[in-house]
């Protein structure tokens, strides 16, 4: 079963042969954009996901997350553009923003007083942490521009 980051790459290869070949209609540009900063941010999150330390060590946890929690933050307020919306739209957009604010405000809230029991208790809290905030970034995401 493909990931959502596998389908995305196989849309990116398609988009990119459309390209090469001068044949990617003008309309399909924001979809391309689109594409690219959703490939872009699965990335990274897998990539934080995959570096987080096996330690007990709450320096080097706090680190990490800090550049978890930055990423996360620049999510929340990047790349509001998308297709126009009328009033419901909008209202999606807003009730999408709030519910992955919500999630975010969540996740920090319980690293703030983070302690782990095991060495792999951060590597496995940081990872369900991402998996719960992707699905409602995608969400949200969708109301910019539903891919």
Same mark, same amino acid.
């Given at each position: 079963? *493909?990931? @959502?980051?596998? +389908?995305y790459?196989?849309k +990116?290869? =398609?988009?990119? %042969? ?11 540009l924001l979809i391309? +954009?689109?594409?690219?900063?959703? @490939? !872009?941010?699965?990335e =990274?999150f +897998? %990539?934080? !996901? &995959?570096s987080?330390? @096996?330690t007990?060590? #709450? &320096?080097v946890?706090?680190?990490h997350f800090?550049m978890?929690?930055a990423y996360?933050?620049f999510t929340?307020?990047e790349?509001?553009f998308?297709l &126009?919306?009328? *009033?419901?739209?909008?209202k999606?957009?807003?009730?999408a923003?709030?519910s992955?604010e919500?999630v975010?405000?969540?996740g920090?809230k319980r690293?703030?007083?983070f302690?782990?029991? #095991?060495?792999e208790q951060y590597k496995t %809290?940081i ?5 719960t @905030? ?8 969708? =109301?910019y521009i539903?891919l």
């Open positions: 079963m *493909a990931t @959502i980051l596998d +389908q790459l196989e +990116q290869n =398609t988009i990119r %042969s459309q390209i090469a070949e001068n044949s990617l209609p003008p309309e399909d391309m +954009q689109e594409l690219n900063y959703r @490939i !872009c941010v699965l =990274t +897998q %990539s934080f !996901c &995959k987080a330390p @096996i007990m060590d #709450t &320096k946890m706090g680190y800090q978890v929690d996360v933050r929340l307020n790349r509001r998308g &126009k919306a009328d *009033a419901e739209g909008q999606r957009r807003e009730t923003l709030s992955f919500h975010v405000q969540d920090r690293f703030s007083s302690k782990a029991g #095991t060495q %809290s990872s369900q942490y991402v998996h @905030i992707l699905p409602v970034w995608m969400q949200y995401r969708n =109301t539903n």
